[in-house]
């Protein structure tokens, strides 16, 4: 008989504000990063899809050090985050595809949504590939923040047109922005 998972959740106060983390504490493996609130900073706990999540105030040691790994990349501190204990298995070939080749994007680059289309050898799917990353259940572990518009334009971040976070992620990260640009020294473009 399978085991029942218990899904727990917490809050970790970071330079963006209060990000949520939820795990399968049975399985160990992380379900969902939720960002703060646009305009409060807060957590809101509303948006957890969980029925019976459960608050956790003494983590292991290694949601423990995810946290401290999460807090690190927000203030744009290079880190290495473990792909295998995120659960993609509720998502479709094509959001794991461009979610895996997203995680390959390294620390102080941008990429535009047209380029990591042609990264996963779907030049024709940028607005697609856009999507999948608007609904990303793993920011910061998979940097979405590093995918820009195809004029190298900033753009939004997370399913929303305020990109606040994504500035500041991008620019902890070393990323030169100037006019809501991605300069060129700092682009990631596909060289087949």
């Not at 493996?29 to 969980?50: A, Q, R, V």
């Not at 991008?170 to 300069?183: Q, R």
């Amino acid at each position: 008989m399978p085991k029942v998972s218990i899904l727990k959740y917490l809050v970790i106060n970071t330079l963006i504000g209060e990000i949520t983390i939820v795990w399968d504490d049975t399985n160990m493996l992380l379900k969902e990063i939720l960002l703060p609130d646009n305009n409060t900073k807060k957590c809101n706990l509303g948006n957890i899809s969980y029925p019976g999540v459960i608050f956790e105030s003494h983590p292991d040691r290694y949601i423990h050090n995810l946290m401290s790994k999460i807090k690190d990349a927000v203030i744009g501190r290079e880190v290495n985050f473990d792909l295998e204990k995120l659960d993609l298995s509720e998502l479709t070939d094509f959001q794991r595809l461009v979610l895996e080749k997203q995680f390959e994007i390294p620390h102080g680059k941008a990429t535009s949504y047209k380029e990591l289309a042609k990264m996963i050898e779907k030049p024709r799917s940028a607005r697609p590939t856009a999507n999948v990353l608007a609904s990303n259940p793993f920011p910061i572990i998979i940097p979405c923040h590093r995918t820009v518009l195809a004029t190298w334009e900033v753009g939004g971040y997370a399913g929303i047109k305020n990109n606040y976070y994504k500035k500041f992620l991008l620019t902890n990260e070393g990323v030169k922005i100037s006019d809501d640009v991605i300069d060129e020294s700092c682009r990631y473009v596909f060289n087949k």
